[in-house]
């Protein structure tokens, strides 16, 4: 099962993804994670030094960079049959370039869970949490990125009727029971 988690920062992606890759057993995959490990140096660095000027902003890693890393990670031997993607797709070129990988591995995403969640809330959440992104000037950004290019990869998966709202002002053992009615209802788990 390929599953996509999306919402903006602070939205609780991360922290739900966490819980259903132990609920489910299909690995996370989470570029956001990858990235701050690149940058921190634990990966091969040549990346590190580029994606850390877009990070470090609050900006987004050019699509071709992120798109090959993906690639890389879906190729790992766990993720034949599934994966829990979060932070990917943020853009419609991501969201169409995945479509395309799936098809050749014959398969394709089964859904997307949007966790709303209003911006205050949000913000009060990122500056709790105190990740190095999240100083107020860089979430400000993140949220700029998020409206203009994040935005219409959800107008695109609720075209094609793949799209789930769960509601992420909920406390986070809420926001799990739903998701998990929400794969239950549409038998991609079991009852
Ligand atoms: P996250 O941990 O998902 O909040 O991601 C942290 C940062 O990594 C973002 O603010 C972006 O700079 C970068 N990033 C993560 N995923 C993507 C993506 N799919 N496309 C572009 N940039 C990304």
Redesign the pocket.
Known sequence: MFLVIMGP?GSG??TQSERLEEKIGIPHI????I?REIIKGKRESDLGKKVKE??ER????PDEL?IRLLKKELKKDGCKHGALL??????LK?AKTLDKILEKMETKINLVLKLEINQETAVKRLLQRGRE?DTEEKIKR?FEEYEAKTKPVLDYYREKEKLIKINGEQSRDEVFEDIISALKERALLEQ
């Open positions: 920062p992606k991360g989470s570029t956001g994670k990235f877009y990070v609050g900006k987004l890693v992120v979060d932070g990917f797709p943020r853009t991501q992104d993140r």
